[in-house]
């Protein structure tokens, strides 16, 4: 990687977002579906009781006992709420807990991140005082471990920002490809032979609808004791501004994170953690149901694209798309323009995910919109494109 490279301008997704109305914008990853009503009649009621007030660090004690249902109903892993020091965090989003994450063991140190990543992990890191480094995965997303491995040894003993961590992210922003066992299997490997710490983003956990399932890495062998997993519940419960998320890993590491995140925050939002308490475990199919809707979401957009002339890439996953644009394009934030000129319609440049110039004739479209709003997207497209 280039420092040319490193130093390229990259799109501002909240600059092209406020660029398109809401009816052309595919741009910015958050779920604009409507709140579940049983959520928002509970947090209404909580609010007007006066449950207003300063919580405990770690998070509401009910939805920590709710998290860790969850957790042992969808990932096998189970978690002794009681347990000091803690297992497992309410935070801030899952954003809060990356900023503790990075507070707590990157001030001087580097982590390493697979392009094309999700920017906020780097901006978090570099804004706390460390240094990311970049994997480039290849043309169909996937990367060797030997490569790795070597690139790792070079980062970890160096004098300044040596190797500290490796984050991973399954199903991935942007691209939301779904990562084997192999894959996971592989980062664990020189995480363990490293002795390096591992977090992983798993916010897109219950879009997954393809052959890979969903792996936390936390469950292969000897991966617990290194492993920090992020969440949030900002995507699958449309609730981006209330700024809820966990994290959840061994005690030792959690305890510095929740040092940090006291500093930080002092608590996350009491009132609607208690209400989503009461709501998150509350209904056995919410998540197929989640999935079932976002499949036909994530096929209509696919198909319309493709009619269009564009290739989209199989994640395995289905909030976000992948695609390059049609033939004879080259620069996505050209062609985004274009878009934006022609129709008031955009999605997000794949250089807005990358150093290198490998991922410029792409873009990640967000499909988390209601269905007429991806229709008329879909129209604007053509429109545009005709």
């Not at 393809?210 to 292969?220: D, F, K, S, V, Y």
């Not at 991966?223 to 890993?249: A, C, D, H, P, Q």
């Not at 005690?251 to 208690?274: E, F, H, R």
Request: with cysteine; proline share 5%.
């Amino acid at each position: 990687m280039t420092e040319a490279q490193s130093k390229k301008m990259k799109p501002d997704i909240r600059a092209i977002t406020r660029l398109v109305p809401p009816a052309g914008n595919l741009v910015q990853g958050q779920s604009e579906l409507p709140i579940d009503p049983t959520l928002a009649r509970e947090a209404a009621e909580i609010i007007a009781a006066s449950q207003n007030h300063y919580g405990a660090s770690e998070g509401d004690s009910g939805l920590r006992a709710a998290v860790a249902e969850k957790i042992a109903k969808y990932n096998g892993i189970e978690i002794d709420v009681e347990k000091q020091p803690a297992e497992l965090m309410i935070t801030t989003g899952g954003t809060g807990a990356l900023i503790g994450i990075a507070q707590s063991f990157l001030r001087g140190n580097a982590a390493l991140v697979f392009e094309p990543y999700y920017p906020y992990h780097r901006r978090i890191i570099e804004e706390f005082g460390g240094k990311t480094e970049v994997v480039e995965m290849d043309d169909d997303l996937t990367f060797d471990r030997e490569l790795l491995l070597m690139h790792c040894r070079q980062l970890k003993d160096r004098a300044e920002f040596p190797l500290r961590m490796i984050i991973v992210c399954s199903p991935a922003n942007p691209t939301g490809k779904v990562l084997t066992r192999q894959e996971l299997e592989a980062v664990a490997d020189v995480a363990k032979e490293l002795d390096l710490l591992v977090v992983s983003d798993e916010v897109y956990e219950h879009y997954v609808m393809g052959e890979t399932p969903h792996i936390p890495i936390a469950t292969l062998p000897e991966m617990w004791e290194r492993t920090m997993t992020v969440n949030s519940f900002s995507k699958s419960w449309n609730i981006s501004g209330w700024r809820l998320g966990y994290t959840f890993g061994p005690g030792d590491l959690l305890s510095k994170v929740n040092n940090a995140v006291n500093v930080v925050y002092v608590c996350p939002v009491t009132p609607l953690q208690a209400a989503l308490s009461r709501v998150l475990m509350s209904r056995a199919d919410y998540y197929d149901k989640l999935r079932e809707k976002f499949t036909g979401k994530r096929d209509f957009v696919l198909n319309a694209l493709a009619d269009l002339g564009f290739e989209t890439y199989d994640s395995g996953s289905g909030f976000y798309l992948w695609a390059k644009i049609p033939e004879g394009n080259s620069d996505a934030i050209k062609f985004n323009e274009m878009l934006m000129a022609k129709a008031e319609v955009a999605g997000t440049p794949g250089a807005a995910f990358a150093d290198s110039d490998r991922w410029d004739a792409h873009m990640r479209i967000c499909v988390a919109r209601e269905d007429d709003i991806l229709e008329g997207a879909m129209e604007r497209f053509r429109k545009a494109l005709a």
